[in-house]
């Protein structure tokens, strides 16, 4: 057996990889930690920085609930390790905005009632403020009418299109398209 071959024999029985020194950037705020090279994101804030906000709902990729910014795009935080991170700008829910001074997203999810349980909406904001930055950007979606416009008639079938990837088990679906749609106008929610 080479020396390769007893080391990933040795992991596999419980042994931990050795750690990673890692900077982020994270809120704003630069943060070093020690993870395993295996540490998804979404473990690294909730565990290693105690950011709670963001949420493990599937852990697969499916649900939304771990969305997160990533240089302004939104990215399932279950799905990629933090060490790739490196560099990179991470925005959560807390650093969109804070209890006396809520981010116009959080606040049209507040007026209009876009949240039952709560458990899904961290994730549904920052993935709504993701979603806009990509119309903003004139990024055509599935449902996009016109794929050769660059600006998107923001419809609500184009908001729940572009947020399908964000489940809310409560159904409050109705709710959070028009929060969305109140942003994206401009106005009161």
């Known amino acids: 057996m080479s020396d390769s071959d007893r080391g990933a024999a040795g992991q596999s029985r419980g042994e931990t990889a050795p750690l990673s ?20 994101l979404l473990d690294a804030l909730r565990e ?35 060490v790739m991170h490196e560099g990179d700008e991470v ?3 807390e650093g969109l905005g804070d209890p006396d001074d809520l981010h116009p997203m959080q606040r049209a999810f507040v007026e209009c009632d876009g949240f039952q349980c709560g458990y899904c909406t961290p994730g549904q904001i920052c993935s709504a403020v ?47 398209v028009a929060a969305i749609r109140g942003v994206a106008e401009g106005g009161p929610a």
């Open 21 to 40: 020194a890692i900077t982020l950037s994270v809120n704003d705020q630069v943060r070093r930690l020690e993870v395993d090279p295996r540490t998804s």
């Open 48 to 82: 290693h920085l105690r950011l709670t906000g963001t949420k493990k709902g599937c852990d697969h990729g499916q649900c939304g609930a771990c969305t997160v910014l990533i240089n302004g795009r939104r990215v399932n935080s279950c799905l990629t390790l933090a």
């Open 91 to 93: 925005v959560t829910i």
């Open 130 to 176: 993701g979603m806009l930055t990509e119309v903003g950007a004139g990024w055509p979606s599935h449902a996009t009418a016109d794929v050769a416009s660059s600006r998107i008639a923001l419809s609500d079938a184009e908001i729940r299109e572009r947020m399908s990837g964000n489940i809310c088990r409560c159904a409050a679906y109705p709710n959070i």
